[in-house]
Every structure is written in structure tokens, then in C-alpha cells.
């Protein structure tokens, strides 16, 4: 479940008062819609790895990845 929003900066208030890219209910961070906020979610999540989790991921989702021709 993602945290709950604490405190934000003036222009992160101003984001979210215009609610085009982020929206706050009640203190929690969404999208437009779901799939928009797991995506979201991820890349926080993805910034608070190590060097070497984010490397890792980096591998796995190479590896991964469809070929395209």
C-alpha cells in the first residue's frame, strides 16, 4: 500500500492543487488512474534502490524485454 503523504514543498502543493499529473486522496499520491499510480509507485520505488538493486533490476529487465524486429 503506498505511505501516506506527509508534507510537500510549495510547488508540490501547487501540483497537486492543479491535479494533472498527481492528485492527493486523502494523503494518499494517485494518477489519473491505477495503472498510471502502480507505475508511479514503482518508479519511487526504484529510486530508493542501491546502486547495486537497481543494477540488478536493470538485468532482470533487459533480459526480459521482447525483441523486437
Given amino acids: 500500500m ?3 503523504l506527509l508534507d510537500c514543498n510549495e510547488a508540490g502543493c501547487d501540483m497537486l492543487a ?3 499529473l ?11 488512474n491505477s495503472s498510471e499510480t502502480r507505475a508511479f509507485y ?6 530508493a534502490k542501491t546502486p ?11 533480459a526480459a524485454a521482447p525483441v523486437r524486429s
Fill in 52 to 62: 547495486v538493486e537497481a543494477s540488478a533490476a536493470a538485468v532482470i529487465r533487459h
Fill in 22 to 32: 498527481l492528485r492527493n486522496s486523502d494523503g494518499v499520491l494517485r494518477c489519473a
Fill in 42 to 47: 514503482a518508479a519511487v520505488q526504484d529510486c
Fill in 18 to 20: 492543479a491535479g494533472n
Fill in 2 to 4: 503506498p505511505s501516506r
